[in-house]
């Protein structure tokens, strides 16, 4: 029996990782789990999950009235990596948006818990830190991401003679539109995904790229590949989740249904249940399916992986942070769809370069990124007005 403590249970990788649970309760007991502003789900988990101990929600007002309502249980707006701390569980899933993830994960790994982690930008903030903490034997990470999961599968098969990790990507809300034509495209349409249902930062990212830009990032530090090892192939309908190919020609992919539980459940398995990849010589055999190149000209922010791959450092964060806050402003109609890029790039340039950063050098440029991608956004909108 694992013991979960799910970390952003009122998203769309939480809700679903509560399906897998709730359809697997011979394997996995809920002790515990999070949310931000979104409390609905507070009563239909805990109608379910009599084990739930402790509960954390951002939304401090409404503690006070839960904790009338459910007497048994602890709730708490305290702190999430208190949470990690305080709740007796083996897994952790880490189903938070962006970097209030990367805490939780560090913290889940410094106490020795079974990470599953949803939450990508973890590693592409504090990637070097994660794998520190795994080399010296604290916890285990699991990844639950559809390609990494993908990856994860085929490597399981054969990880010998690998010639390159391919991240199949379905380009996005905007996947059928020319660069110039994304100059006025608006929010309420990239959050219009073809293939997949997710939270809207998730699905700003699909539609920029920097979701991809990120994932290769992720592919970098869970399997130890250089960028120059790890390529994009455009693929319609994201059945194909990703694919290897070795030396000798041949691909080993994963095809399935996009459906994100079952990556979830992969990894609540720690890879222990049965699995199917297959074998091809060319994508031509995938017939029906859709595969397409993808341009370095249409999505220059791809380009930004290798950056990060190599110098590492500081760059994921400040990368990170600049995409959060300029996503954010998107979302509020503030700046347009391009200058989500152009205030990353910004960004990337002002903020210094740390080589070897500690968790609180990573934390500081965060917040300088912060800063000044929230800076760049201001001169954009005075700009506009103008
Ligand atoms: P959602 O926006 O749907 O959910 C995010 C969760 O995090 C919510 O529970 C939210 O709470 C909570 N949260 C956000 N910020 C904070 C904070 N500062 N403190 C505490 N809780 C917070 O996101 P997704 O489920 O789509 O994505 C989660 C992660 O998984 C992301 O890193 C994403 O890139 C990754 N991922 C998602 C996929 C998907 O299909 N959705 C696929 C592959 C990866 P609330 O909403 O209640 O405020
Ligand atoms: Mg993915």
Redesign the pocket.
């Known amino acids: 029996m694992t013991r979960i403590l799910l970390l952003?249970?009122?998203?769309?990788?939480?809700s679903q990782t509560i399906d897998v649970i709730n359809k697997n309760p011979q394997d996995f007991t809920l002790v515990g789990f999070?949310?931000?502003?979104?409390t609905r789900c507070i009563r239909s988990i805990l109608l379910k999950h009599k084990e739930v101990k402790i509960v954390y929600l951002?939304d401090k007002t409404k503690v006070k009235y839960y904790s009338s309502r459910y007497p048994q249980v602890t709730f708490t707006s305290e702190g999430?990596d208190e949470l990690v701390n305080k709740v007796d569980c083996d897994m952790v899933v880490n189903?938070?948006?962006?970097y209030?993830?990367l805490h939780p994960s560090i913290t889940a790994l410094n106490a020795n818990k079974k990470l599953a982690l949803?939450?990508?930008?973890s590693l592409v903030v504090g990637g070097e830190l994660i794998n520190g903490l795994l080399k010296e034997g604290h916890g285990k990470l699991y990844p639950?991401?559809?390609e990494h999961s993908a990856l994860w599968k085929c490597l399981k098969v054969d990880d010998k003679n690998v010639n390159k990790l391919m991240l199949t990507a379905s380009g996005g809300a905007f996947r059928n539109l020319k660069r110039e034509e994304l100059v006025n495209v608006k929010a309420k349409d990239a959050l219009n995904h073809p293939t997949?249902k997710?939270?809207?930062?998730?699905t700003i990212d699909c539609a920029t790229m920097v979701n991809k830009c990120f994932e290769i990032i992720e592919a970098g530090y869970l399997y130890n590949y250089s960028p120059s090892k790890i390529g994009v192939m455009l693929h319609d309908e994201s059945y194909l989740h990703s694919y290897v190919i070795y030396n000798n020609g041949l691909m080993r992919g994963e095809i399935s249904k996009p459906d994100?539980r079952n990556p979830i459940k992969f990894a609540l398995y720690e890879g222990n249940i049965p699995f199917a990849t297959q074998t091809f010589n060319s994508l031509d055999e995938l017939k029906g399916l859709h595969f397409h190149e993808c341009s370095l000209e249409r999505y220059p922010v791809i380009a930004l992986a290798k950056k990060v791959l190599t110098k590492k450092g500081n760059l994921g964060a400040i990368l990170n942070m600049a995409n959060e806050v300029a996503v954010d402003a998107y979302l509020r109609d503030q700046i347009s769809f391009l200058d989500i890029e152009k205030t990353i790039d910004y960004c990337m340039k002002k903020v210094k370069y740390i080589a070897s950063p500690s968790l609180k050098e990573l934390d500081d440029s965060t917040f300088k990124a912060m800063n000044s991608a929230r800076e760049y956004i201001y001169f954009l909108k005075e700009g506009n007005r103008r």
């Open positions: 952003g249970a009122s998203g769309s990788i939480g999070s949310v931000g502003y979104r951002r999430l189903a938070l948006v962006g209030s993830g949803a939450n990508k930008e639950i991401d559809s997949w997710m939270g809207a930062k998730i994100m």
